[in-house]
């Protein structure tokens, strides 16, 4: 059976693409929705684009299929995480960590606690992590994702979970050959793993693709390129939970919620090291896109609810 990824698109790509109409692919009509926030994107290096304060003009229905409550959050670390390079280090990992220990119930994660009638908590269980080297190379297919995830599962590694959502982060010399850096900087989708529905998603190390794939090139946690995947883990996190068999909150066209503000950041401000931030989870500093939330008078991105 087919399956549609839902991906987070690269900087430039939805720069580029928000200005043009075009036959699309599935990943092409979530481009051109990245456009709907109005205005160019952030161009790189400069302040984050703060994005539209107006209610979305593309909103949300849902489609009837189910949400993730409360996910649980697993990570499989691929490639080599050890390296001298500055970004794909044991600290840079660390970062990830603790992002997912502080985001269930942040002000910010709360927004989910809008989308009438879900059920959704706003907190988030993070389930811990594997390590796996390079058992399929240094340049994966989407087959490939799948194929970790589940060996991963089957190998007892981490919990076969129906309540999970299970992420393959990659170093940064790793590529994923379905369009990583050049198509998308994550993404989504779900499939049969151990003979049940499982949730799952990839997300590269932006270092790979600095300006496709971050919006700064100094992150505030002085990690540009895990800085940068933070924001993308953020998208597919929130859409996995809305979305998580691409059936529930979508747009007509197909877009989630992540898509919808996607590379808009809101108000930010300086942290000590000159990166961009706009929010504090635990005792750091993140530069994370903004979510979709319900109001009474519209959908709205924004930081939170
Ligand atoms: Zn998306």
Redesign the pocket.
């Known amino acids: 059976m087919h399956l549609r990824l839902?991906?987070?698109?690269v900087l430039t790509v939805a720069a580029t693409l928000g200005m043009m109409a075009f036959a699309e692919a599935p990943e092409v009509i979530?481009h051109r929705l990245n456009g709907n926030e109005g205005g160019p994107h952030a161009s790189f290096g400069a302040a984050p684009t703060a994005g539209s304060t107006s209610a979305l003009t593309s909103p949300l229905k849902n489609y009837g299929g189910q949400v993730m409550t409360t996910p649980t959050v697993y990570v499989i670390w691929y490639g080599n995480w050890a390296q001298g390079n500055g970004t794909d280090t044991a600290s840079g990992q660390q970062i990830v960590t603790d992002f997912f220990n502080t985001i269930g119930g942040s002000p910010y994660f709360n927004i989910q606690q809008t989308y009438p009638g879900s059920g959704i908590t706003g907190n988030v269980n993070y389930g811990g992590a594997t390590t796996v080297a390079y058992p399929y190379g240094a340049s994966l297919s989407d087959a490939n994702i799948q194929s970790i995830v589940s060996d991963a599962i089957t190998g007892g590694h981490l919990p076969n979970d129906a309540t999970g959502l299970y992420f393959v982060l990659t170093s940064s010399d790793v590529n994923e050959a379905s369009g990583f850096c050049s198509q998308y900087c994550?993404?989504?989708t779900h499939g049969t793993i151990a003979g049940s529905n499982h949730r799952y998603g990839f997300i590269g190390n932006a270092a790979r693709c600095i300006t496709s794939c971050a919006a700064q090139s100094v992150g505030p946690n002085g990690n540009a390129g895990v800085d940068g995947m933070v924001s993308v883990l953020a998208?597919?996190l929130e859409?996995a939970t809305t979305d998580p068999d691409i059936a529930t909150w979508k747009t007509r066209r197909g877009?989630?919620?992540?898509?919808s503000c996607?590379w808009t950041f809101g108000t930010t401000y300086l942290t000590a090291n000159g990166a961009y931030a706009n929010m504090k989870l635990g005792t750091r500093d993140f530069l994370i896109q903004r979510n979709v939330t319900f109001r009474s008078t519209g959908q709205y991105c924004a930081l939170v609810k």
């Open positions: 839902h991906r987070t698109l979530h994550g993404w989504h998208h597919e859409e877009a989630e919620n992540g898509d996607a």
